[in-house]
């Protein structure tokens, strides 16, 4: 089973391409932003942590029915770094034992494909255990824009604040197989998504033979091994200058 990793900033657009893939493509997706809200539920081993940790720093942390309130504890974390590095050490745990679980289920029903929505995959490390990876970019204004639109009570600081606490576009572009450019219409990334999809579907033969056990753990410690030594050169690059030179290949 091939694992696409699907990255992107905020409001840049994951969400508008995991569902098209989904209802479109027939392609499974595993949405990070959901399981990171379904692992902060009330009584969950996160949940009470976030409330011990934010209690005396939050004013209406909690809402009245005892659900986290998002929004506050969002403003917080995206203005105080450290709080969202201890937040994120909460919740990442659990983020990351649900993934895997998931991608095991969808292994075990013969997917030949998973997607990986995950905003912060590549901070995170997960595109280690992505054969491929994808990255949905805009420019800044038109993402300012289009979260405005979506969320008219954030302020510019805020959504400012969470542009900023993420990797920056151009690092997404260096580390990504593929880009999706979505500054213009849903058509335009549409075109780009079936592009991508045609370029990266495995073959009913290779997802065969992946079901036997030594071919399956072969091309599994290939892909994550092959990350490992990619991470390696790429920081020895970043030291010499030489990543600058790898910019704007891979356009779907
Ligand atoms: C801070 C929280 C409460 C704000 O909730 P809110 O409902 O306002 O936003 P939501 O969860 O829908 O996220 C919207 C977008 O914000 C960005 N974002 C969310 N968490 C983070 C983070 N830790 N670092 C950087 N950007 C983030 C992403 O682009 C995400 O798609 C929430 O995002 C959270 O609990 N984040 C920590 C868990 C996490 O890292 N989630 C991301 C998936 S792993
Ligand atoms: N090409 C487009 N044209 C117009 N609006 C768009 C386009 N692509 C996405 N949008 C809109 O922009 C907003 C952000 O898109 P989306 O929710 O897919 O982003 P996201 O990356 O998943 O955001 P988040 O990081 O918050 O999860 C949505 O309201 C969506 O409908």
Known sequence: MLVVGLTGGIGCG????????????????????????????????????????????IDYLLLDDGHLNRAELGKWVFSHPNDLKILNNITHPAVRYSIFKNMGYYYVKGYRLVILDVPLLFEAKLDMFCGVTISVICERDIQIERLKIRNPVMTTEEIENRINSQMSMDERVKKSDYILQNNGTLTELYEQINNVVMKI???????????????????????????VIYAKFDA???????????????VA
Not at 37 to 44: D, L, S, T
Not at 207 to 212: G, N
Not at 236 to 250: A, I, L, R
């Open 14 to 57: 994951k969400s508008t391409v995991s569902k098209r893939l989904a209802e479109n493509h027939d392609i499974p997706v595993i949405d990070a932003d959901k399981i990171a809200r379904e692992v902060v539920e009330p009584g969950q081993d996160a949940y009470n942590k976030i409330v011990k940790y934010f209690t005396d720093k």
């Open 201 to 227: 579907k495995p073959s009913l033969m290779r997802t065969s033979i992946e079901y036997f056990p030594l071919f399956g753990l072969v091309s599994a410690t290939a892909i994550v091994l092959s990350k």
């Open 236 to 250: 020895n690059f970043s030291e010499s200058g030489e990543n600058d030179k790898k910019k704007g290949k891979k």
